[in-house]
């Protein structure tokens, strides 16, 4: 992530652009003081490693059941007119929704013990780190360990044939940015949580999106209405985007789906950002 | 170093500060004392720039918390009431981490572990993960960590309840040493005899207002008498009626359920004065006055959760 420090912003502009500009405006962020939470988190896995690198598997697993032993079955997907191997189309699908998983697991059930039981963060904000640095340098080492997720498992994939496009070089960034908007958005969700039976909550919203979402089957499979639906959820931008990349169908349709990511992942960190203080600094 | 005027800290109908005028000086040892929920805690939040005042002034080193907060948090250190420790890490890595929040260079931040680490008398535990160590080592710790950016001012919260005596006397030990190297000392506590010990000077806190102000010595002097005499009687036995026998003897006379409290400035005297009356307790008992006697007599008996 980029976010250097910024101005609190002045109402400029009318029109949309600068209300948008206004609403997503983030409270200065100092990327020094951030990093230092990156390695806090990092001294932490040096004696957790192990954990981290098992995260690495559940795509893995996913991609040789459903890829590789559904994909015997299904054979070819029809996407825009493009005839592809199952494998080839419902891999992308899977690397995004990991991004997604990742993130979220990260920004929610990692944060809310920090948050409410080891007071994790009342130490640090009694030092000059702000909650906004604090926010930011959570989402960036979920960030980080997404991307090395993101990674690996695109290496598996390019091992298997199943990169047809060198845009596909690019699905690591996009990784990046699907695991901030998510991450941002955990993180805000996560503020508001009172114990732990509310993260039923985030199972409700993340499963129904990695099922159903278009990560193992086309949109166009969806009667009209329904697709309207499913076009709106983030997960539906994260995995078009990847799939694009990786498949090679670029076109100007991937830029809506960087916005709407972006968007989301700075309204989730000024969410954040906002509710820790409220919570921490009172 | 630290100035307040009017100081008020409310959340929603409840006043936890009720305006507070307060001026801790360079290199004092200031306490708050007061039962739980006398807005000690909130207080020292304030103080250490974690939580805005809902009204009234606020300097710390000279500097606004509003305007100025991260620069005045540079500058304290803070040993919250309950250790925020990173259990995962190590005791040095601890230090380490905590350092680094403050933007001091790797190098510096090790080089003054290990010497904290040594002032705590951890050196041997540095590399132990932190979840084992006992309360009294894991507050040592906190100390250290506190330590860690050279503070000018120390925020003590309650440093030492729930310590056993040893690691209570070593934990003053070692304040009582910072203060000697300059330190400024803030501290909460609820031990009488912590306050008598560290305090230069302190103020007594209940229901958000300070009910008192003084040294240890001048509260004592001012809101006791030198001497306690206690008189314990049968649990059969109606007090009250003793109570009455021995009314205007001293000062002051404090019934309790079990004993009579006779504030007098010769308790040897005044034990011959209740004989004197034909008052025979089962057993007497005189006793310096202590600021646990200022403490009750000004928060009162009633207990406060």
Redesign the interface.
């Known amino acids: 992530m980029t976010a250097a420090t910024r101005e609190p912003s002045r109402p400029t502009r009318d029109g949309s652009a600068g209300l948008l500009a206004r609403v997503i405006a983030l409270p200065p962020i100092s990327p020094?003081?951030a990093g230092?939470l990156v390695?806090?988190t990092w001294?932490?896995t040096r004696?957790?490693w192990l954990i981290i690198v098992s995260g690495f598997f559940e795509p893995l697993f996913y991609l040789l059941s459903i890829g590789i032993g559904i994909g015997a079955l299904v054979g070819t997907v029809t996407v825009d007119g493009q005839l592809l191997d199952y494998t080839v189309f419902v891999a992308p699908g899977l690397l995004a929704s990991s991004a997604m998983n990742g993130a979220v697991y990260d920004s929610t059930f990692n944060i809310f013990f920090k948050l409410k039981y080891?007071?994790?963060y009342?130490?640090?904000?009694?030092?000059?780190?702000?909650a906004a640095d604090t926010a930011a340098g959570e989402i960036t080492w979920a960030l980080l360990r997404g991307m090395f997720y993101s990674a690996a498992f695109l290496l598996v994939m390019l091992a298997l044939g199943l990169v047809a496009s060198p845009w596909a070089l690019l699905a690591l960034p996009a990784c990046l940015l699907i695991g901030f908007a998510f991450a941002a958005v955990g993180m805000a969700a996560t503020t508001y949580m009172r114990g732990w039976q509310d993260f039923s909550f985030v199972n409700l919203a993340v499963m129904p999106m990695f099922l159903f979402a278009t990560t193992f089957y086309p949109l166009s499979t969806y009667p009209e209405p329904l697709q309207w639906v499913v076009a709106c959820t983030p997960l539906y931008h994260a995995v078009e985007l990847v799939r694009g990349l990786t498949i090679g169908l670029v076109d100007a349709s991937l830029v809506v789906h960087v916005a709407y990511l972006a968007v989301m992942g700075l309204l989730g960190l000024r969410v954040a950002a906002g509710r820790l203080e409220k919570l921490?600094?009172? | 170093m630290i100035h307040a005027r009017g100081l008020t800290k409310r959340f929603g109908e409840f006043t936890a500060v009720d305006g507070i005028d307060v001026d801790v000086l360079r290199g004092e040892a200031f306490g708050f004392l007061g039962p739980n929920g006398a807005g000690k805690s909130s207080t020292m939040r304030m103080i250490g720039c974690v939580s805005p005042p809902s009204a009234g002034t606020l300097r710390i080193l000279g500097m606004d918390p509003a305007a100025d907060g991260p620069a005045i948090r540079a500058r304290l250190g803070v040993v919250p009431q309950q250790d925020t420790l990173d259990l995962e890490l190590t005791v040095r890595e601890n230090l380490l981490i905590y350092g680094r929040y403050f933007g001091l260079s790797r190098a510096l931040v090790r080089e003054r572990a290990d010497e904290l680490l040594d002032f705590v008398q951890l050196t041997d535990r540095a590399k132990d993960k932190v979840e084992p160590l006992s309360g009294g080592m894991k507050r040592r710790l906190t100390i250290a960590r506190s330590l860690i950016n050279d503070p000018e001012i120390l925020l003590l919260d309650e440093p030492t309840t729930g310590l056993d005596p040893q690691a209570r006397h070593t934990l003053w030990d070692r304040l009582f040493r910072l203060k000697q190297r300059g330190v400024t000392l803030v501290l909460t506590t609820h031990y009488m005899d912590e306050a008598e010990q560290l305090c230069d000077r302190l103020v007594v806190m209940d229901k958000g207002r300070f009910v008192a102000e003084g040294s240890p010595r001048e509260l004592i002097a001012r809101y006791s008498t030198r001497e306690v005499l206690e008189l314990r009687f049968r649990a059969d036995e109606d007090i009250s009626v003793y109570g009455e026998k021995l009314a205007g003897l001293v000062e002051r006379i404090e019934v309790l359920p079990d004993r009579l409290l006779l504030y007098t400035d010769n308790g040897d005297r005044t034990t011959e004065e209740v004989h004197a009356r034909g008052v025979r307790p089962a057993g007497t008992l005189v006793r310096r006055s202590t600021l646990e006697d200022v403490f009750l007599r000004l928060t009162g008996r009633t207990l406060v959760d």
């Open positions: 020094r003081r230092y390695e806090r001294l932490i004696h957790t080891a007071k994790t009342d130490a640090i904000l009694s030092t000059p780190m702000s921490l600094l009172r």
